[in-house]
Nanobody, 112 residues
């Protein structure tokens, strides 16, 4: 079974930056399209970004384009989400996912 462990969340002021990491085990990481989603209480999980197997194609939610960067290191079985110029409305639990497998999530809180 694929296992995913997110880390890197925390409290940051509006305009600040965080880098999230997701370490994947239990499968062949380099064969996976990876994605990041986020979720606030009472809301559906929202797509944020995705990256293909070798990292040369990415896709982003329109509102994060130019501010967030998804990347991966296949040697480390890790996918990253660099988040810049964070906004309070982007406070959420951030999850990485592959093939309907989800990690525990990491909390990102953006203060005013």
């Amino acid at each position: 079974q694929v296992q995913l462990v997110e880390s890197g969340g925390g409290l940051v002021q509006a305009g600040g930056s965080l880098r999230l990491s997701c370490v994947v085990s239990g499968g062949t990481f380099s064969s996976y399209i990876m994605a990041w989603f986020r979720q606030t209480p009472g809301e559906k999980r929202e797509f944020v970004a995705a990256i293909n197997q070798n990292g040369d194609r990415t896709n982003y939610k329109d509102s994060v384009k130019g501010r967030f960067i998804i990347s991966r290191d296949n040697a480390l079985n890790t996918v990253y989400l660099q988040m810049n110029s964070l906004k309070p409305e982007e406070t959420a639990v951030y999850y990485c996912t592959v093939d309907d497998n989800w990690g525990q999530g990491t909390q990102v809180t953006v203060s005013l």
